[in-house]
C-alpha cells in the first residue's frame, strides 16, 4: 500500500472516501440523536457528555457507563411518555 501514497489517483480515493464516511457517520449521528433525545434529562446528558468528551478528552467507555447509570436511575423517576419500550 505504501507504494501507491505517491499515486495522485489513489489518494483522491482515499480523500474522497474518508469524506464519503464521515459523512455518513455524521448522518447517522444525527438522526439516531433526533431519535434517542426527547426531554430534558437526554439534552443535558447529551450536552454533558460532548462537554467532557472535548473539554477532558475522556474515554468512551468510561462515559457511556456514566451516562447508562444516569439513565437507569433517572427512566423509573420520570417515566418519560416518549421512550417506545413500553
Same mark, same amino acid.
Given at each position: 500500500m505504501l507504494r501507491h501514497?505517491? /499515486?495522485p /489517483?489513489?489518494?483522491g480515493f *482515499?480523500?474522497?472516501a474518508f469524506g464519503a464516511a464521515i459523512g455518513t457517520i455524521l448522518g447517522a449521528s444525527v438522526l439516531?440523536?433526533?431519535i434517542a433525545i426527547g426531554d430534558w434529562l437526554? *439534552?443535558?446528558i447529551a450536552a454533558g457528555s460532548l462537554g467532557v468528551l472535548f473539554r477532558f478528552k475522556?474515554? /468512551?467507555p468510561p462515559l457511556i457507563d456514566t451516562t447508562a447509570i444516569i439513565g437507569l436511575i433517572a427512566f423509573p423517576l420520570?417515566?418519560?411518555s416518549w421512550v417506545f419500550v413500553q
Open positions: 501514497w505517491a /499515486n /489517483n489513489a489518494l *482515499v480523500k474522497g439516531l440523536g433526533r437526554t *439534552v443535558l475522556a474515554s /468512551n420520570l417515566r418519560p
